[in-house]
């Protein structure tokens, strides 16, 4: 037997028939098993048969049922029935049944037999490389899929780099100039802890708090390019000084526009002066118009305007300036903002670290704690 020979499983209830069939087959160069019965065949199947030849009337087992069995074990091997007497209701059923070909007993043909053979063989052959190329085109889509998510790793973790990166530098910029003017320095780190207080308190999640952190770090940014030289001078400012001062929202919106990654920073840095009654600026927009994490900042900015001192004020106590808060709740302020920010106020203490990821982490697992 040649060692590259097909494998073929003949299944015939009469001997002779098998001894002959196998003998034909054998001269052609195929190994050749044989059975008496359908059972016998799904005992002796599995992958490495490349042709079945199935007798049809079999006892316990018929072809038919055999090939309904086989087709329920997946091995895809080409069925040949054979047959003595064959009918069209035979045809059609074994063609249901995705039956590939028939063979008549006797075999008086063996051209014709062995074409019948070789073109089974030949389908179970495009079958197996059919699998093969599955098989491997899966593997390499997992190699590439495996790729392609460390590449999204990489580029995630660049991305954030990226991002931390930027927001750090303008924080220097930003403080490196804040240290030059007496009465702003310290107004972001104040606003921003105001903030972060208010956030937490209200239970928003960790990535709105990131990007409430980021708004508070720069809702005054535009303060930086513009000369507010003005707001040092004792007593009333003019129309002209005001209209100046209130072009610092969009202005400050302008310089992080260009930050895809900071969309939302940006609508808060530009509305953080608007009100609830549509009387702010620099778009005049209602109360409706604003989400919480902007309501938060025109909340803890005015707060801290207020108990700031200035040249041509004096600041007011935490007392006087919360009740100033409730006083303009509906108008200029969410009420249920101010309420969350006096019960949060109170008991208040600045902490250096507020800005850190680990602070605030610790902060979001004391209140899922306190939850539970």
Known sequence: MNKGSTKILIADDDAMVRTTVSKILEMFGHQVETTSDGVGVLEAV?????????????????????MDRLNDLNYEVPVLFLTGAGSMDYAVK??????????????????????????????????????????????????KAKQLE???????????????????????????????DYYTAGHTMRVTEYALMLGMAMG???????????????????????DLSCIQKPGKLTDEEWLLIRKHPSVGANIIQPLGFMKREQFIIRHHHERMDGKGYPDGLTGDQLDDLTKIIIVVDSYDAMTSRRNYRKNMTMEQAVEELFKCCGTQFEPKIVEYFARSIVDFTPTKNIFSDEHLEKAFQRNQNQEL
């Not at 599995?46 to 055999?66: A, C, H, Q, R």
């Not at 063979?103 to 030949?122: G, H, M, Q």
């Not at 995630?156 to 030059?180: C, D, F, I, P």
């Open 204 to 226: 928003i999640t960790q990535n709105e708090i990131l990007i409430l952190r980021r708004a508070a770090q720069f809702h005054d940014i535009g303060k930086l390019v513009i």
């Open 150 to 180: 460390e590449q999204n790793k990489l580029l995630l973790t660049y991305s954030n780099s990226l991002e931390n990166a930027t927001v750090q530098l303008m924080s220097s910029l930003q403080n490196a100039m804040e240290e030059k």
């Open 46 to 66: 599995d992958d490495s048969y490349d042709v079945i030849i199935l007798d049809i009337n079999m006892p316990y087992m018929d072809g038919f049922e055999t």
């Open 94 to 143: 074994a063609i249901n049944l995705g039956a590939y070909d028939f063979l008549t007993k006797p075999i008086e043909d063996l051209d014709i037999f062995n074409v019948k053979i070789r073109r089974a063989i030949e389908k179970r052959n495009y079958v197996l490389r059919e699998r093969q190329y599955k098989i491997a085109l899966e593997d390499d889509i997992q190699v």
